[in-house]
């Protein structure tokens, strides 16, 4: 037997790379559904941008991210990075959300320890998330505008209001 003969164990970790590579794309593909799922039972933006963020920063590991809206107090990313700079973290990704239109909707911003750029596989993760936020605030803003559920309010409009009988034979 040839003593160096390493095809079996080069062969073996490109399995487990090919293996978890199709993990981590089940998951994502997982946790989009779960995503737009949310997103359509009109949960509170908030909880989920939280959700986008926290599985981008567990999908990159060793980040924090932000999504903030336009317009919000306090989500100016200047400020938030010279909030998260008396930390010591570092600007990892810095992008304005904006909708087909190009109107900006809000920010994403990410953080990390060690000065470094997003590489291409998590550059494609974060266009994923921005992706979902543009989906999840356009949602919010649609049902701001049409109120609750698109029904309009009751008390400006009395012939929405059932009449009660006023006897039951």
């Known amino acids: 037997m040839n003593e160096h003969d390493f095809s079996s164990r080069g062969r073996l970790q490109r399995r487990k790379a090919n293996h978890q590579a ?4 089940q998951f994502t593909s997982n946790f989009e559904e779960h995503v737009l799922q949310s997103i359509s039972a009109r ?5 989920v941008l939280n ?44 992008e304005g959300v904006f909708d087909d239109s190009g109107e900006l909707l809000g920010f994403l911003e990410m953080y990390c320890s060690v000065a470094r750029s997003p590489n291409a596989g ?28 698109g029904l309009r309010d009751a008390t ?14």
């Open 22 to 25: 199709d993990e981590r794309a």
């Open 43 to 47: 949960a509170p933006l908030p909880k």
């Open 51 to 94: 959700e986008i963020c926290s599985v981008l920063d567990c999908q990159i590991g060793n980040v924090v991210s932000l999504i903030s809206l336009s317009g919000d107090e306090g989500g100016d990313p200047e400020a938030v990075g010279r909030n998260a700079a008396l930390f010591g973290l570092c600007t990892f990704c810095s």
């Open 122 to 149: 998590e550059f494609q993760l974060i266009e994923r998330a921005m992706c979902l936020a543009v989906i999840a605030i356009q949602r919010h803003n649609e049902t701001s505008i049409q109120g609750k559920c």
């Open 156 to 169: 400006s409009n009395q012939e929405w209001l059932p009449e009660w009988p006023v006897s039951m034979n």
